[in-house]
């Protein structure tokens, strides 16, 4: 892919291999530190507010008729046709909507067009206390002004009290499986321990919440750990499957630094663990992000950012002739960060340079989602509490 002209975030970026099990991944990381500039003309982007009045809009889904879907913490769903946003009634009066917790990510199911179904993840309270976060699944009427819930897809994932950590991103992977990226709710033992939900990439059918049957740990008695793709991660905020490949991206938050994007591989360990093995009871967030002290074999993160807090947060695939020297690159917003990164990666995965568009430097406050359109288009969500808006971002030429 040609170089492009655009500033770069100084960064490490990791050289990866193609996906494969985790007992054939290298145990010597490879590190190379990315240039701090490029040279040349920066391509610009369009940036356009389609809709405001929403209270931390978390995740987007696009309807076949043109129009999205926005889940938002608090409770409450979204419907935006062009540039007018309604809400669309549904039962969320079981929704424990606190800190990290709420309403989160959702998919909107490839059959649609028949099934009108979605499905949302969310933090599920009961007599006023927070339960478990869980997968729900929706239909939406016919004039799209309500949603009936169909039934709970899973339940039994951790959840903290104050909402921390809850993760939850789901995306649809290019084989039809839902995967969901799922938080730690910052407890020491749950990202390690294969029988529990939380701190890992979940791989189901997404019409039963079943384990598919070529799962990594499909042999297992136990469902939960049937349903596990990957382990041992922190607190994912966004995945992104890579058109054509089939790779699975994710985005997560480290521990006051060192965000992550990692490249999922069926069956690996991502080296996270606060409770040192079990030694400690307490959340020690100074280990590492990635421990390979304690655990050689751990799958390396594609980058990290170093000493720099971003909380990257949603992330998705640029995909459009219309892109130029940006098609294919992967978009990941930033909530502290307040910005966009825009990631080359190589044919194995590998990140090569890292493109900040200087449109989205602390203009537009927290980013919490991004996923791109039907139309090409990427749409962003901000996330400050107050008039969040639903942002079109297009190539500017």
């Known amino acids: 892919m040609r170089r492009i002209g655009v500033v770069l975030l100084a960064v490490l970026a990791v050289t990866a291999c193609t996906p494969s099990p985790a007992q054939d991944l290298p145990t010597t990381p490879a590190t190379v530190p990315a240039p701090a500039t490029v040279a040349g003309q920066s391509p610009g982007l369009r940036v356009d507010v389609v809709t405001g009045g929403l ?13 999205m879907l926005v889940t938002q913490r608090p409770g409450r769903l979204a419907l935006v046709e062009g540039t007018a946003v309604s809400e669309v009634a549904a039962d969320f009066s079981d929704v424990w909507a606190r800190g990290e917790g709420g309403l989160m990510g959702m998919v909107v199911h490839p059959d649609f067009a028949t099934s009108r179904r979605f499905t949302t993840c969310q933090t599920h309270q009961e007599d006023g206390r927070a339960v478990d976060i869980r997968l729900v699944t ?13 039934r709970d897809l899973l339940t039994g994932l951790p959840v903290n009290q104050s909402g921390r950590h809850s993760g939850c991103r789901p995306e649809i992977a290019a084989d039809g499986a839902l995967l969901v990226g799922t938080g730690d709710t910052a407890q020491p033992d749950v990202s390690q321990d294969r029988h529990s939900l939380g701190g890992k990439v979940l791989r189901i059918d997404p019409n039963t919440g079943a384990p598919l049957p070529d799962n990594p740990f499909i042999s297992s008695p136990d ?19 890579r058109p054509g490949t089939g790779q699975v991206f994710t985005g997560e938050h480290g521990p006051t630094f060192d965000d992550e994007i990692n490249l999922i591989r069926a069956g690996g360990n991502y080296g996270w663990d606060p409770s040192q093995g079990g030694t400690v009871d307490s959340y020690d967030e100074s280990v590492p992000m990635t421990d390979l002290q304690r655990f050689p074999d751990a799958v390396r993160p594609l980058w990290t950012s170093g000493e ?18 940006l098609e294919g690159t992967l978009a990941v917003v930033a909530l502290k960060g307040q910005k966009m990164l825009m990631f080359t990666v190589d044919g194995a995965g590998a990140v090569t340079e890292v493109y900040l568009p200087p449109e989205f430097d602390d203009a537009y406050g927290r980013l919490r989602a991004v996923r791109s359109g039907p139309d090409g288009a990427l749409y962003v969500t901000t996330s400050d509490g107050s008039d969040d808006k639903l942002l079109r971002i297009t190539p500017a030429a």
């Open 308 to 325: 720099i807090t971003e909380a990257i947060c949603g992330a998705a695939f640029v995909s459009g002739p219309q892109w130029g020297p």
């Open 138 to 150: 929706w239909t939406l009427s016919a004039d799209k002004r309500s949603a009936t819930k169909v």
């Open 223 to 241: 469902p939960n750990e049937q349903r596990i793709y990957t382990y041992g991660h922190r607190n994912i905020q966004g995945v992104a499957v």
């Open 55 to 67: 209270q931390h809009g978390w995740d987007v889904g696009f309807l076949p008729d043109g129009s």
